[in-house]
């Protein structure tokens, strides 16, 4: 149980030091979520249950600008052949940060816990030194785990939960590997309030964070 207080860029950046998650809502004028957001490498089996249990959205990777490159990760967007990616507009950004999706070579179906799991903190050992990686002989694509690429000055050039999940591991020296999932609510089907992301924190010792908090701490 960590002593300092639920929320914060200090009591964040103490979980992350420690592999546990954080919740990040990014803005109430940009996408207006809260992410609950993992170091990669400390993800268990355990926690991507909890991320589809407690959190409901999409659970990604978000690698930093330099790793993808070494990865040769391009941006979806760029490479889809077909109509539907000519124009994609978005009313909270200027793109997205989707690339491919991918599972360990070593899973089997890429999809349970377990698998995705091992796909994730291999992910994150991979990043953590990329020149010693064979990418495409660890990973084959398409996958089930989404991967994202962060922009290359973090957050002076983009504010999404890539981003400020990436910039979060930087400053507590952790692999430049993220896990995000954004936290839904039950009832509505729409993203979960902050109070009430919040009160999921306090309830789980996880601490909460304004992205803002972290921009002006980290930018």
Do not use: K, W
């Not at 040769?72 to 491919?100: K, N, T």
């Not at 309030?193 to 972290?214: C, F, L, T």
């Amino acid at each position: 149980m960590h002593t300092e207080s639920r929320t914060g860029v200090d009591a964040a950046l103490a979980a992350f030091r420690d592999g546990e998650p954080v919740l990040i809502h990014d803005a109430a004028d940009r996408e207006g979520e809260t992410d609950l957001v993992y170091p990669a490498s400390g993800v268990t089996p355990e926690a991507v249950t909890r991320m589809r249990n407690d959190a409901g959205g999409l659970i990604c990777t978000a690698l930093s600008n330099e790793v993808a490159d070494a990865f040769d990760l391009p941006f979806l967007q760029d490479v889809i052949d077909h109509p539907v990616a000519g124009d994609h507009d978005l009313d909270y950004d200027e793109r997205s940060s989707f690339s491919l999706t991918v599972n360990h070579r070593d899973t089997f179906t890429g999809i349970t816990d377990d698998d995705r799991a091992l796909t994730i903190t291999e992910l994150a050992r991979a990043a953590s030194e990329p020149a010693e990686a064979d990418f495409a002989e660890e990973f084959r694509a398409p996958g089930h785990v989404h991967l994202l690429r962060a922009a290359p000055d973090l957050l002076a050039d983009r504010l999404g939960h890539t981003e400020l999940g990436v910039a979060l591991a930087a400053a507590a020296n952790q692999s430049p590997a993220v896990v995000v999932c954004e936290m839904l609510d039950d009832e509505t089907g729409a993203a979960l309030p902050p109070s009430a992301a919040r009160s999921y924190g306090e309830r789980n010792d996880i601490p909460y964070v304004e992205g803002s908090e972290i921009i002006d701490r980290l930018q």
